[in-house]
């Protein structure tokens, strides 16, 4: 059971029309491929993908689930969204509430075991072995945890275990803590527990499940060394993407490849007098001008002149002559005019941005700038360094020298 129906409200406009989990990642992924892809090379090939908020996309990008080897008549995939048996019609209100709507799946599996998983995170991981721990350790729960910073222990449910893996006290979120696990959102149950255990008003797996069978040593902890990364935010999705230029090796392992729908786009296309350093740049890319540690997603187009640096460009955007962009991520089908400076710090004073109503830019503090799906930026127009331009906006710019 595949959780995807968060809004993804601290990733702002990237989830304005999408799901957090289909959000592209990587230069070809969307988010929901690892957990797709963690099933199917551990075994599992029945596979639920609750999903809620904007559907459209992980809809249309996971559709039979051919590429996962999931289009099959037996088991596959399966994408369900909140519904009613004669009742009000309402969302799922949480995530044991999610898997509460769609119990009649649980009680009908053959399956004597449940995996739960998070559909917004990257990270690769052989669910045999959080299986064998779970058998050999005898109890009806068990969550994944992993050793965080204290910096970042504010983001997550923090854990604190015993010597024999027992979780005896959980944390939600606390402004600061002494445990040093987080839990990853990753839960394995035997199902005839999950089953007596969702009967009720249960809303959250954490705090209607797991903490009221803290007590009895119900849960265990299985701890996960390897590379796991929540994209739950604008700072944690860029921080993410261009960790991956460093290190490849990140998402990809022998026989552990990450599939994912494919593009019918030709090879990539360097031309002379292009630069190109410590990048990733997807097939269908036209580049003429100068790219440095970016990730261009396919079918991007960088003409002469134009400068692109630690940043994010998802497909189709078009960056056109003379155009400096930095420390930015552009959505699809944007295009942006010529001499225009996107997230570039301004030497003096930005010039105004007029714009549609509603599709307004505005301010933010991560220093991370956000273009909008379909947007048209003008020619010469100066978006400053950590601004938001919404979805379909018009921006005028200005002639430049």
Partial sequence: M??????????????????????????????????????????????????????????DHIGMGRPWD???????????????????????LGTADALYQNIDLIRN???????VLSGDQVYLMDYHELVDFHREH???????????????????????????????????????????FASLGIYLFNRDFLLNALRGNKIDIVFDILIPHLANRKVKCYRFNGYWEDIGSIPSYYRASLRLLRDRSLITAPG???????????????????????????????????VKNSVLFPGVRVEPGAVIEDSIIFSYSKVWKGTHVRRSIIDKFVDVGGKSRVGVVSRGKPEALPTAPDTGPRQRTSGITVIGKNTRISGGADIPQGLIVETHARVAGRKRR
């Fill in 138 to 180: 005898g109890r009806p729960i068990t969550v994944v945890i992993k050793a965080v910073r204290p910096s970042q222990r504010s983001r997550f449910g923090m854990i604190r275990c015993t010597r024999d893996n027992s979780v005896i006290d959980f944390r939600e979120k606390p402004k600061s803590s002494s445990f040093r």
């Fill in 2 to 59: 595949i959780l995807a129906g968060g809004t993804g409200e601290e990733l702002s406009i990237l989830t304005k029309y999408r799901a957090k989990t289909a959000i592209p990642f990587g230069g070809r992924y969307r988010i929901i491929d690892f957990a797709l892809s963690n099933c199917v090379h551990s075994g599992i090939i029945d596979i639920a993908v609750l999903a809620q908020y904007s559907p459209k996309s992980l809809i």
């Fill in 256 to 290: 552990w490849p990450i599939f994912t729908r494919g593009t019918d786009l030709p090879p990539a296309k360097f031309f002379q007098g292009s630069l190109v350093q410590n990048s990733i740049v997807a097939d269908g890319c036209s580049v003429k001008g100068t």
């Fill in 109 to 115: 599996s053959k399956a004597d075991l449940v995996l």
């Fill in 70 to 92: 999931l289009d099959r008549k037996s088991g596959g995939v399966s994408i369900l969204q909140p519904t009613h048996h004669g009742e009000v019609a309402q969302w799922y």
